[in-house]
C-alpha cells in the first residue's frame, strides 16, 4: 500500500497500529457529488413522464411511431462504449498505451454514432416538441441526454490527447478516473431512457 493513500492510522488493541479508510480523490469526489445532482434531473424527467402517461388515456399518441430496432442500436453502441472504457481504465493502470488509446478512440467513436441515430431518430420522427404533451417530454429527456453524451465525447476526445498529462494522469489517473464515471453515468441514464420510452412505452 502507498503510504500517501492512507488517510492516518489508529491504534487497534495491543497498540498496534492499523490503516484507516482509504479517501477518494478531491476531483473523483466532486465528480461523483456532481453525478449525484444530475441522478435527481433526471429522476425528475422521469417522474414527469410517469406522471403524465397516468393523466392520457392514449400514451404514446396515435402519430407516434418509434423505431426501436434503430434506438436498439444506438443502445448497443453506449453499452460497448461504456464498456470499453472499463477496458481502458484497466489498461491505463498497467502503462498500456496502445490498447489504451485504441480502446478510447472505439468509445469515441461510438458515442458518436450513438448521436447520429440519435438524431437521425429525431429527423425521421412525425412529431415536435410542441405537437403535444408527449413530444414535449421525449425531446427534453432524449434531447438533454444526447446533450451530456456530446459533453462526454468532448471529454473522451481531452482524454485521448491527453492521458499521459499531470492533470488528467497524476494522483491515480484521478482524471481519468472521473471521465470513465460520467461516461458510465451516461450509458446508465440511456438504459433508463430507452427501456422507459421505447419498451414500456
Not at 453506449?78 to 472504457?85: K, N
Not at 447520429?116 to 412529431?127: D, E, Q
Not at 468532448?154 to 471521465?179: K, T, V
Not at 461516461?183 to 422507459?196: A, Q, R
Request: glycine share 10%.
Amino acid at each position: 500500500m502507498d503510504p500517501r493513500d492512507v488517510v492516518g492510522v489508529a491504534s487497534g488493541r495491543g497498540g498496534s497500529l492499523r490503516p484507516l479508510a482509504l479517501r477518494a480523490h478531491p476531483l473523483v469526489f466532486g465528480v461523483v457529488l456532481f453525478l449525484a445532482s444530475e441522478l435527481m434531473f433526471f429522476a425528475g424527467l422521469f417522474a414527469a413522464y410517469f406522471d403524465l402517461r397516468s393523466q392520457t388515456a392514449v400514451w404514446p399518441p396515435a402519430n407516434v411511431h418509434l423505431n426501436v430496432i434503430e434506438s436498439g442500436i444506438g443502445t448497443l453502441l453506449l453499452a460497448y462504449s461504456s464498456g470499453a472504457m472499463l477496458l481502458f481504465t484497466l489498461s491505463l493502470s498497467r502503462k498500456n498505451w496502445r490498447v489504451a488509446r485504441v480502446l478510447l478512440s472505439t468509445a469515441i467513436v461510438a458515442g458518436i454514432a450513438f448521436l447520429a441515430i440519435a438524431m437521425h431518430g429525431w429527423s425521421k420522427n412525425t412529431f415536435g416538441v410542441t405537437s403535444h404533451a408527449y413530444g414535449s417530454v421525449f425531446y427534453t429527456m432524449t434531447g438533454f441526454h444526447a446533450l451530456h453524451v456530446a459533453v462526454g465525447v468532448l471529454l473522451l476526445c481531452a482524454l485521448f490527447f491527453g492521458m499521459r498529462r499531470p492533470a488528467l494522469s497524476a494522483n491515480h489517473r484521478a482524471g481519468a478516473e472521473a471521465i470513465s464515471y460520467y461516461w458510465h453515468f451516461v450509458f446508465i441514464v440511456w438504459v433508463g431512457i430507452w427501456g422507459t420510452i421505447y419498451l414500456i412505452r
